[in-house]
């Protein structure tokens, strides 16, 4: 098969929140499966064009998203060709807002997002923080940090990811967490999210190997620490 | 009235926990400030003639106020420091309050207090510091701090407020240089920083960086060198915002030890040669401050450079312990930077020698233990071994390394005395590196206490 190729958007902007670890983690699971991958960076006033085959956003601060979402809506088009044409595509936090139709600040107005989500996310006072657990049915129990004062809201066509179990999730009252549109997941979990996970990891890798390969499967690995992680943080206080 | 209600409150609470040995460093000050809440203001107003110096900053608060107290003292000139534990506002009423007599008055001609980066708008308001050092802005316990904008917000509305104040500052951290830019008024800016670019080997992995834009406009910046984070040295395409010259500048790193660092600083008025009794060469950071203080309180530059080549061992939030022939040598962990100076400086080489990882989501460590993954865990992953993980996120850690690629051995030990048992077994009278988060630190550094203490030999049996 061909190599992988992952594209990082804003790296340098949207990184605070140990995203790094969900692209370590992605990496490193392709190496485990003997798929080759490319990791490609694109962020503000840099050139996109190509094809790619697994998407990534993180989240950023306030001042960092301001720039990014006007740069984004330069991108719209060829991001919305990759997730509507079934390219998996994680975002968390700052990315899954921007991933949204809007984002209403506090400070800063309105940032518009690219719609990519049903979604629109407002400001609010109250900071959600803390540890969360979550569940769906098909990527079971989901465990991670949460850290965001934005209430995002799902749209009559948006599915959300998962329901709370325990922690605020897409707004702290609806009992929902993130979204998923086609292979696009978008998640308030940071933490990162995907090592605790394997689940959402291979959710991701396995699509992008797929949409090259239909016959292509995960062989299984060893994620008996990854396992014994997520079980612990189940029973985390919030 | 309040005031003398409150400051009795506050020497009655402390004799008490004198009497019962409790370390209570800010409970006097806290009930203090309950009782009359602009004590703090009250306070400065009527002590500290020479005026008062504020340390605040992500990473090497500590270090540089101690260098600071030694620089004060060895400068004759009278102090009170709150060295011995809180830096919120009141720890730093306690302290003041320790050496004050019941009108609240000390015979300090100098107030020096470390202080938390959330309340230094508070404490610089009440007290009005002649001084106010920044070292360095980085993530940090984002669950407590929020993120690092807001914290500089923070600031420039603070030092707006202030009257004839010199801010200290990092040149090669950009958001603390800008704190120094666009400044109105009575304030004054003398800028440290490392123009050597061969002081900082780069690691491959690091992924601590956190202000990478220019503050004012957003606009990417180009970092010529990057030493580690985001600090170095950088300019935007436009050269709109650039690093200031500092006037405190190492202009040559001659030589760096497992003992000490020899480095050339330039100041406004003469060139130097110093030592500097640590290593680490991230410490170079938390001296250049002293240069700043003898100009401010007038001490000659030849005594901070007799203080910076004896300063003691215990500086730097590095420590040596030892139970019978092993060295424990312990680093405390917070954040991203702080862990990978220490792989940095201290790991670079193949030391080999058993590594335990004590990693705790207390609130004083942080909740939130996503910055295990931006350390360069990497980049010591095959020099060390084997681990020996404990602390409540062990698990956090374990994934960390087997996703670093990390291959040797991984001893979880739930019981942090087992750890050290084990790590002495292991080490076979040589060295063991300690890296914990804070209360980590502190039950680990009470255990190898305990150990030596004689009367408690069968504890460790």
Redesign the interface.
């Known amino acids: 098969m061909r190599k992988l190729r992952i594209l990082h958007l804003y790296p340098?902007?949207m990184?605070?929140?140990?995203d790094?670890?969900n692209i370590?983690?992605l990496q490193?699971r392709m190496d485990w499966f003997g798929l080759k991958h490319e990791y490609i960076t694109n962020?503000?006033?840099e050139k996109l064009s190509g094809k790619f085959d697994l998407i990534f956003m993180g989240g950023g601060?306030?001042?960092?998203q301001?720039?990014v979402g006007s740069d984004l809506q330069t991108k719209q088009a060829i991001i919305k060709d990759h997730i509507n044409s079934g390219v998996p595509a994680l975002t968390i936090c700052g990315g899954y807002q921007l991933f949204g139709k809007y984002f209403l600040t506090k400070d800063s107005g309105k940032i518009e997002g690219i719609s990519v989500f049903d979604v629109v996310t407002k400001a609010t006072e109250l900071?959600m923080?803390?540890?969360i657990v979550c569940v769906s049915d098909e990527f079971g129990t989901i465990v991670g940090?949460e850290?965001h004062s934005g209430a995002t809201q799902l749209g009559d066509s948006a599915q959300p990811l998962a329901k709370v179990i325990k922690g605020y999730g897409n707004d702290g009252k609806s009992g929902f967490e993130g979204v998923i549109y086609k292979n696009a997941i978008g998640s308030y979990l940071?933490?990162?999210l995907l090592?605790?996970n394997p689940s959402l990891a291979d959710f991701l890798i396995g699509t992008a190997a797929r949409n090259i390969d239909k016959q292509f499967i995960l062989k299984n690995i060893d994620d008996s620490?990854?396992m014994?992680?997520n079980s612990?943080a189940q029973k985390?206080p919030q | 009235m309040k005031k003398t209600a409150a400051i009795l409150a506050a020497k009655v609470v402390k004799s008490a926990s004198r009497i019962k040995k409790t370390a209570a460093t800010a409970a006097p000050g806290y009930l203090a400030e309950r009782i009359d809440p602009n004590l703090l203001k009250k306070l400065g107003s009527i002590n500290f003639p020479d005026g008062v110096v504020l340390v605040t900053g992500t990473n090497g608060k500590t270090t540089t106020t101690k260098v600071l107290a030694d620089v004060l003292r060895n400068g004759d000139i009278s102090f009170v420091n709150n060295r011995a534990g809180s830096n919120l506002s009141r720890g730093v009423i306690s302290s003041i309050l320790t050496e004050a007599n019941l009108r609240g008055f000390t015979q300090a001609r100098v107030g020096l207090f470390e202080v938390d980066e959330a309340y230094l708008p508070e404490v610089a308001a009440a007290l009005q510091p002649k001084m106010v050092v920044v070292t360095n802005l980085f993530?940090d316990q984002?669950?407590r701090y929020?993120?690092?904008?807001s914290i500089a917000n923070k600031f420039r509305q603070a030092f707006k407020n202030l009257h004839s104040t010199t801010l200290v500052l990092n040149a090669d951290d950009p958001l603390v240089a800008s704190l120094g830019m666009k400044l109105s008024g009575s304030l004054k800016v003398l800028y440290f920083g490392i123009s050597d670019k061969s002081a900082f080997r780069a690691l491959q992995h690091d992924?601590s960086?956190?202000s990478?834009?220019d503050?004012f406009s957003?606009d990417?910046l180009r970092y010529t060198h990057r030493y580690f984070g985001h600090i170095g040295l950088y300019t935007t395409k436009s050269h709109s915002f650039s690093r200031p010259k500092p006037q405190i500048n190492v202009t040559k790193l001659i030589k760096s030890s497992e003992k000490s660092i020899k480095i050339n600083v330039k100041t406004t008025t003469e060139l130097l040669s110093v030592s500097v009794n640590l290593s680490g060469n991230y410490n170079i950071y938390n001296v250049l401050p002293a240069f700043a203080t003898a100009q401010l309180f007038r001490i000659n530059n030849t005594i901070v450079l007799q203080t910076l080549a004896n300063l003691s061992a215990a500086f730097g939030r590095t420590e040596a312990m030892q139970i019978d022939k092993t060295i424990f040598d312990l680093y405390l962990i917070k954040n991203p930077t702080g862990f990978n100076q220490v792989i940095q400086s201290f790991i670079q080489k193949d030391s080999k020698c058993p590594l335990i990882l004590a990693i705790n989501?207390n609130i004083a460590d942080g909740?939130?233990?996503?910055?295990?993954?931006?350390c360069a865990i990497e980049d010591f992953a095959s020099r060390v071994g084997p681990v020996i993980l404990t602390g409540t996120r062990a698990?956090?850690m374990?994934?960390?390394l087997?996703?670093?690629?990390y291959k040797g051995k991984i001893i979880t030990e739930t019981n942090a005395k087992n750890a050290l048992k084990t790590a002495l077994g292991l080490a076979k009278n040589n060295r063991v590196i300690v890296l914990p988060t804070y209360t980590a630190m502190l039950s680990l550094r009470s255990l190898i206490n305990e150990a030596n203490d004689e009367t408690s030999k069968e504890f460790w049996q």
């Open positions: 340098d902007r990184n605070i929140y140990g790094m670890g370590i983690c490193k962020t503000v006033s601060q306030d001042r960092g301001i720039a900071r923080i803390g540890n940090f850290n940071h933490g990162p090592p605790k620490v990854a014994l992680a612990y985390l | 993530r984002l669950d929020g993120e690092l904008d992924n960086a956190d990478i834009v503050p957003g990417t989501d909740r939130d233990v996503s910055w295990l993954w931006d698990l956090d374990q994934l960390r087997i996703y670093a690629g």
